[in-house]
T-cell receptor, first 114, second 112 residues
Framework: EAQVTQNPRYLITVTGKKLTVTCSQN?????MSWYRQDPGLGLRQIYY???????DKGDVPEGYKVSRKEKRNFPLILESPSPNQTSLYFC?????????????FGPGTRLTVT | GNSVTQMEGPVTLSEEAFLTINCTYT??????LFWYVQYPGEGLQLLLK?????DKGSNKGFEATYRKETTSFHLEKGSVQVSDSAVYFC???????????FGPGTRLSVLP
């Protein structure tokens, strides 16, 4: 089954404790992206990747890191989480980054930072 | 910069009522336009899309027409069902660009 998977689905952590949210897709998509969803703000793009070893900042990259060492995986890293990073996070992928006609979304990761 | 504006929600309708959710955008050139739907507890799913002016996207009874002259992409459905209750997001992808811009979302509740 074609899908985007994220782990964990729920995470409660404390300020400053490094964490990684994994994202994997099995559709051989070139383009992958991370978003955060906050009430009243919709989805805001954190980082995106056009292909392996190619990443770029979205609209809200501060406090986040990403890497794309393999085509299928695109982990999101929070080196020192803070309470303002409490949010619902979505990973998404698309066949091609040069013409993004449809994105496939993962189920989401709800992160709480206390 | 690129941006998407949607009507404020929540929108509450009775079953079989007509639905319109307004969406306007700001972008240079000719972006592609999308409507995504998010059911409770799930990720976003593509509902419909249009890639050039005057294109009409349609799916599951929903329609939206790409109007370049008014920079709009309003979502419509003639007769909503309880199962349409969800959050609807308008979005754009700039021509030749690599990022997506989403609107804030509009929550729709359909009552039996």
């Amino acid at each position: 089954e074609a899908q985007v998977t994220q782990n964990p689905r729920y995470l409660i952590t404390v300020t400053g404790k490094k964490l990684t949210v994994t994202c994997s897709q099995n559709m051989n998509h070139e383009y992958m992206s991370w978003y955060r969803q906050d009430p009243g703000l919709g989805l805001r793009q954190i980082y995106y990747s056009m292909n392996v070893e190619v990443t770029d900042k979205g609209d809200v990259p501060e406090g986040y890191k990403v890497s794309r060492k393999e085509k299928r995986n695109f982990p999101l890293i929070l080196e020192s989480p803070s309470p303002n990073q409490t949010s619902l996070y979505f990973c998404a992928s698309s066949l091609s980054g040069t013409s993004i006609l449809e994105q496939y979304f993962g189920p989401g990761t709800r992160l709480t930072v206390t | 910069g690129n941006s998407v504006t949607q009507m404020e929600g929540p929108v509450t309708l009775s079953e079989e009522a007509f639905l319109t959710i307004n969406c306007t955008y700001t972008a240079t050139g000719y972006p592609s336009l999308f409507w995504y739907v998010q059911y409770p507890g799930e990720g976003l799913q593509l509902l419909l899309k249009a890639t050039k002016a005057d294109d009409k996207g349609s799916n599951k009874g929903f329609e939206a027409t790409y109007r370049k002259e008014t920079t709009s992409f309003h979502l419509e459905k003639g007769s909503v069902q309880v199962s349409d209750s969800a959050v609807y997001f308008c979005a754009l992808s700039p021509f030749g660009g690599q990022n997506f811009v989403f609107g804030p979302g509009t929550r729709l509740s359909v009552l039996p």
